[in-house]
């Protein structure tokens, strides 16, 4: 197949993977909406609240500040009962994920087609880079949701993927191409891959704080009506998004160190506070900051949730702001 | 600033606000002011500020990346420019007042990390702690009974959880285990290596130098202060400490999309260049690439930047050559590269003759708007335009000039009537009134390079890669206590009960610990289950 062919099938497959993410989002808001009541959230719901009346006796008194963060987490296996929901006649979770599955395959098919058509890694500029974090936010999701049981964030994923996919082909598109000299290299598979597979965990895990933020206006346990009754309790939320940003920071870190290492063969130093080395590790200090934070009292909760909305949103200026407003050595991607 | 998963005993209270000190004198407010500063919240706050300390660094010229950008600023913002600078914050990565706030996160660091390296020391080396007394009440816990005596399921327990590498110690009817340290030890390794990231960084910066140099085919350079256009050497700098090596660049070649919607974009840009380690070593050959930087005499070479440098030979009034050579000419549009340089010719007599000029590539007329555009980065149709100059230079006056600007138009010097044309490779022009002649005799290139020694490189890097590890493993691994406690119950029977504690969210290690002790019992009624089932 020719390269123009190969770069054709590209952008459908890019049209495809937005279709099917459509109508995934649109499969998993129906299972939010009217998939039966999970007797399982009703259940980690009660025994997230009964927990921390169980207090410990510290047995080297270091242990009485995790004590109610154990013992919260003790409700953890009774998550699972919301799998055991009996199929009801029309299981829109079942169908969702089916799409969304499929959606996936054809976003894969899309980074590959290009990168063959390109012949070579398809990240050399904003529009490959962009679809490629979409790619890893709806994987990292997929993952968390066979991990975690997390199909509540299904609509809310596909959400951001498919505005992620729409802003890519309707603003940053660029035609398929060879590469500036400064990206030929090795590292950009290194650098430039974990740089996005953090970014798509990363962006999981901001949209289940996001939702922490919303769940936990409501004090726990209180049942009322609205959109948000729907989602799992505040501190199952909250739990993901650490366990979430668990796995992306180191990822992110060690894309910065790539970075580094590959800025000290390409520019000849391996850190000089270029725009972008500023930003990431602005991104970083935060992150690091939200991480400490959700461990100490008087942070925990809904301040440490702030602190992860105010790095997810230092990334984000990362990839756009810095991109398009600063002059710097990453700007080629303009 | 480590409390992340444990809070040392010795920290247990500055969690919240602390009383403060009453009459304790100076080493009352001394114990304050440092439990203050090693506290979780004084180091998150040190965090933020950190963070937002960079955010002006991004967003206003930096000296010491574009330093030409911050002497533009300040011309551009007369009132605002002179308060930004006595605030340092076209230094801001240099600035006092951010080194204070890294410097107080760095001592708030070691404060927490190293009294912690030393308990964690203990509790490895010293017992795991006794079982607590109600079991039940832990986060994990099981209850069941069997037929087997006390002593005999007491060491079952110490063979199993010594078997799954646990540290076991035995209490009164019970057994103390406990595993999983090395969560911490990745947890203290980090924060460690953050603390030698620094120091290498800065004794980088101390001992190291970086250069610019700009070569144009056929030129060479040693590797001494004399031939750098732009030396930074930092603090212990001495000269003597530039590696005797010297270089000389043959040929530049770039290559260009030819074709299709992206014409003229770069494709690959490699230098040949010979280089020799010491004067008396043997000359050796390198392809130096973007991406592929040159180790010579520990430091690197690096291709930065490249540009056309048109040759000239200029003749005075009286026939001489007053100027014969190529001169490196800078982009001003790197699309097509379209540059512009000046010739001056000091020698030139009667008057000293300079030329501003403007050159082209690859030349095409834009018929339309009567201009001379390039239509390709490479050299297809090198074309000049030239303006002539007369009068003084300017030169021996003693005020150093850029080689890229002619200085005192309008003043000392004069345009030349008539001495506007276009020139192509090989052309001559003869300026008006018997003033001389300009020859564009060819075109050659000029490449930038930058000179690179960081001394702390491989130490950092050394650094950053016990960090990445030590934060991988304080993610992954959780300690975990783990107590089993058995004594006779009713019948004749005994009665087991376990008891698990895991930092962080429990693991599913306690039930296989549970269902192993189990394994040669018959399922009984009484049942083990998890604790949150009551």
């Known amino acids: 197949m020719a390269d123009s062919d190969l770069a054709n099938l590209s952008d459908q497959l890019a049209l495809g993977a937005v279709l099917l993410y459509v109508v995934a989002m649109v499969g998993y808001a129906l299972d939010l909406g009217f998939g039966r009541r999970r007797a ?64 996936w395959g054809a976003h894969l098919g899309m980074l590959v087609t290009r990168g063959w058509a390109a012949e070579r890694w398809p990240w050399g500029n904003m529009y490959e880079f962009l679809s490629a974090i979409a790619f890893a936010a709806v994987t990292a999701f997929l993952v968390v949701m066979a991990r975690y049981k997390a199909r509540f964030l299904g609509a809310f994923v596909m959400l951001a993927a498919v505005v992620a996919l729409g802003v890519a082909t309707i603003w940053l598109y660029t035609p398929v191409g060879p590469l500036v000299p400064a990206l030929k290299s090795y590292w950009i598979a290194i650098h430039v891959s974990a740089a996005i597979v953090a970014t798509g965990a990363f962006t999981v895990a901001g949209v289940s704080t996001v939702l922490y933020m919303l769940r936990s206006r409501r004090p726990a346990g209180e049942t009322g009506g609205g959109t948000l009754a729907l989602l799992p309790g505040a501190d199952t939320l909250d739990r993901l998004a650490y366990k979430v940003t668990m796995f992306a920071f180191p990822i992110w870190t060690f894309a910065i160190i790539a970075g580094a290492i590959w800025a000290d063969e390409a520019w000849g130093r391996y850190w000089g506070w270029d725009p972008k080395e500023i930003w990431s590790f602005v991104t970083w200090v935060i992150y690091a900051g939200y991480l400490h934070a959700r461990a100490t009292a008087g942070w925990k909760g809904r301040r440490a949730a702030v602190i992860s909305l105010l790095a997810f949103a230092a990334l984000l200026f990362n990839f756009f702001g810095v991109n398009y407003m600063f002059s710097g050595l990453h700007s080629y991607a303009g | 600033m480590t409390e992340t998963r444990q809070a040392p005993a010795a920290e247990a209270v500055p969690q919240g606000r602390e009383p403060r000190p009453r009459g304790l004198g100076v080493t009352g407010w001394l114990r304050w002011g440092w439990r203050q500063l090693t506290s979780m919240r004084t180091a998150l706050i040190l965090l933020f500020l950190v963070a937002l300390g960079s955010v002006p660094g991004s967003i206003l010229p930096q000296r010491g990346q574009a330093p030409e950008r911050v002497v533009e600023y300040l011309d551009e913002h007369r009132t605002l420019g002179p308060w930004l600078d006595r605030l340092s914050l076209f230094d801001v990565f240099a600035a006092p007042w951010f080194a204070a706030i890294y410097i107080l996160l760095f001592v708030s660091l070691a404060g927490c990390v190293i009294p912690r390296t030393r308990q964690h020391w203990r509790a490895m080396r010293s017992q795991p702690p006794a079982a607590p007394r109600v079991l039940s009440r832990l986060p994990q816990s099981a209850r069941y009974e069997t037929d087997r005596d006390a002593a005999e399921v007491l060491a079952e327990a110490r063979r ?69 256009d732009q030396f930074t050497p930092g603090r212990q700098f001495s000269p003597d400490r530039l590696a005797p090596f010297s270089l000389r660049l043959e040929d530049f070649r770039a290559d260009y999309v030819k074709d299709g919607e992206r014409r003229g974009q770069p494709l690959d840009y490699s230098a040949t260049v010979h280089y020799r380690e010491r004067p008396d070593a043997p000359e050796k050959t390198y392809d130096l690439r973007v991406n592929h930087p040159l180790a010579v005499g520990g430091a690197k070479i690096y291709l930065l930047n490249h540009g056309y440098a048109p040759r000239f030979t200029v003749r005075d009034g ?29 020698d030139a007599r009667p008057e000293q003759l300079a ?86 005799d060819g075109t050659q290139e000029w490449i930038s390079l930058s000179v690179n020694h960081d001394p702390g490189r491989l130490p950092a890097l050394a650094a950053a890669v016990a960090a990445i590890l030590g934060v991988i493993v304080s993610f992954m691994v959780r300690r975990r206590r783990l107590w089993v406690r058995a004594t006779p119950g009713k019948g004749g029977r005994t009665v087991v009960e376990v008891g698990g504690l895991t930092l962080g969210n429990p693991t599913a290690e306690f039930e296989d610990v549970v269902a192993a002790l189990r394994r040669d019992e018959p399922r009984a009624p009484t049942g083990s289950d998890d604790d949150t089932e009551e």
């Open chain 2, 355 to 440: 030329f501003q000029a403007v050159f082209w590539p690859t030349a095409v007329a834009d018929t339309r708007n009567k201009q001379v555009l390039s239509a390709f980065p490479a050299p297809l149709n090198p074309t000049v335009s030239l303006m002539t100059f007369k009068g003084d230079l300017g030169l021996d006056s003693g005020t150093p000039q850029s080689v890229y600007r002619i200085e005192g138009i309008g003043k000392t010097l004069q345009p030349v009537r008539g001495g506007a044309r276009l020139l192509r490779q090989g052309e001559t022009f003869t300026l008006p009134n018997g003033a001389g002649s300009i020859t564009f």
């Open chain 2, 318 to 346: 009286q026939g001489n050559v007053a100027y014969r050579g190529a001169m490196p000419f800078l982009p001003i549009e790197t699309r097509t590269y379209t540059s512009e340089g000046v010739i001056k010719a000091p």
């Open chain 1, 40 to 103: 399982g959230s009703a259940e980690t719901e009660r025994a997230e609240r009964e927990a921390p009346a169980k207090v410990l006796v510290g047995t080297a008194g270091a242990e009485t500040t995790e004590t109610t963060e154990t013992a919260k987490a003790a409700g953890a296996p009774a998550e699972g009962s919301e799998d055991d929901e009996p199929a009801t006649e029309r299981d829109w979770g079942r169908f969702a994920v089916l799409i969304n599955v499929l959606g």
């Open chain 2, 160 to 228: 199993l959880l010594r078997g799954r590498r646990f540290r076991v110690a035995d209490g009164d009817g019970s057994v103390a285990a406990e595993k999983g340290y090395l969560g911490e030890i990745g947890n203290l390794a980090f924060h460690l290596a953050l603390l030698v990231l620094l120091f290498a960084v800065a004794a980088g910066a101390l001992f190291g130098y970086r250069g610019n140099i700009v070569l144009t085919e056929g030129s060479g350079f040693a590797n001494s202060l004399a031939y750098y």
